[in-house]
Nanobody, 120 residues
Framework: QVHLVESGGGLVQPGGSLRLSCAVS????????MGWYRQAPGKERELVAS???????NYADSVKGRFAISRDNAKNTVYLQMNSLKPEDTTVYYC??????????????WGQGTRVTVSS
């Protein structure tokens, strides 16, 4: 089995910072891309940021210049550094991993979600 464990969410004031982490464990041959999504009530889940195995990153326009995604391949962990947080960033954030298992098939995994609340 494969497990994704997220941490780092919480309550922060506008303009503040948070760092999300997502650690992947289990029977995985290789991790291809890793990313963070968020979903507000009544809305579709949207990509926040992603990073490939080679380190190429992609960001939603709404977070460019404020958020930074990184990964530690040795620890199978992806991070999302969120700076200059705004109230509209408030929602649940989900870790996403595209991985290849030892059967050589590709799989898509989601974390359980971590809530970020930006409020004064």
């Amino acid at each position: 089995q494969v497990h994704l464990v997220e941490s780092g969410g919480g309550l922060v004031q506008p303009g503040g910072s948070l760092r999300l982490s997502c650690a992947v464990s289990g029977s995985i041959f290789s991790i291809l891309s890793m990313g963070w999504y968020r979903q507000a009530p009544g809305k579709e889940r949207e990509l926040v940021a992603s990073i490939t195995s080679s380190g190429r990153t992609n960001y939603a326009d709404s977070v460019k210049g404020r958020f930074a995604i990184s990964r530690d391949n040795a620890k199978n962990t992806v991070y999302l550094q969120m700076n200059s947080l705004k109230p509209e960033d408030t929602t649940v954030y989900y870790c996403n991993v595209h991985a290849q298992r030892y059967d050589l098939n590709l799989y898509n995994y989601w974390g359980q979600g971590t809530r970020v609340t930006v409020s004064s």
